[in-house]
């Protein structure tokens, strides 16, 4: 269960949500839960993050270091206790041109520096309703997984976010979370074998919220959720955070 803040929340909101949120979460044994919080807070809530929520970042540069001015390097991440990165989220490459080849640079880089990248595939309502969906989540899976190491795959996320549905209210069915979860783990098995596909983790994202999650979370191939603007409020979250360990 992962709540992705976007650029949302204040230094005090986030220190807020953090109290609120603090010794209530399921035990980590059940389920692992995530933020993703703006960059400027993770220093002060991986201090605070209590024993069951772990703190990851929405994004990373792919070098080491250099001079690439407002970028983040993964050993910087890595050694103040951050644990996950957000990679080819649709805003990133919708806004920020982030291409396939540098989703797949950004999860080499995390895998090596033992961050868990959580990359994120979906396509447009206009490929959705042209029938391309399938097409694309290929191309988009194959581009960012070919090269990885096979043995670091257990630490890889994926997250299936179509972008019709992200931020518009109109969640995908169960069903088609479903079909397309199970897709994205068939193009993984082409690329590394039964066994890393099945015990992949594979994520739906696009207006989950309370109501809707536990529906999505039930299907075999949705192991988990990666919600936005429900992931903001600290009851919200936590009731979500249950939701899927009950169902899991
Ligand atoms: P919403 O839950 O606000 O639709 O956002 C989904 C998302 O983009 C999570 O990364």
Redesign the pocket.
């Known amino acids: 269960m992962?709540g992705?803040w976007?650029m949302y929340k204040t230094y005090d909101e986030a220190l807020k949500f953090i109290y609120e949120v603090n010794n209530k979460l399921p035990n980590k044994d059940v389920v692992e839960t995530i933020i993703?919080p703006p960059a400027m807070l993770l220093v002060s809530l991986v201090k605070r993050q209590g024993d069951n929520l772990e703190i990851g970042a929405q994004n990373m540069h792919y070098e080491n270091c250099g001079a690439y001015t407002g970028e983040i390097s993964a050993e910087m991440l890595r050694t103040v206790g951050v644990t996950h990165v957000?990679v080819g989220?649709?805003?990133r490459r919708r806004y920020f041109a982030e291409s396939d080849e540098d989703v797949n640079k950004k999860a080499q880089q995390a895998l090596e520096h033992s961050l868990s990248p959580v990359i994120?595939f979906g396509e447009t309502e206009e490929q959705y309703l042209h029938h391309n969906t399938d097409n694309i989540l290929r191309r988009q899976v194959h581009a960012a997984l070919i090269g990885l190491p096979e043995d670091k795959m257990d630490k890889v996320i994926l997250?299936y976010?179509p972008i019709w549905?992200?931020?518009?209210g109109k969640t995908a069915t169960p069903e088609i979370a479903n079909e397309k979860c199970k897709l994205i783990r068939s193009f993984v098995e082409e690329l590394y074998g039964k066994d890393t596909a099945n015990n992949m983790r594979i994520l739906y994202?696009?207006?989950?919220?309370p109501d809707n999650i536990k529906s999505l979370v039930d299907q075999p191939d949705v192991d988990g959720a990666?919600?936005?603007?429900?992931?903001l409020d600290s009851s919200k979250f936590i009731d979500m955070a249950f939701k899927v360990a009950n169902q899991k």
């Open positions: 992962a992705n976007k993703f957000l989220h649709n805003e994120c997250a976010e549905a992200v931020g518009t994202g696009g207006s989950v919220n990666l919600v936005g603007g429900a992931s």
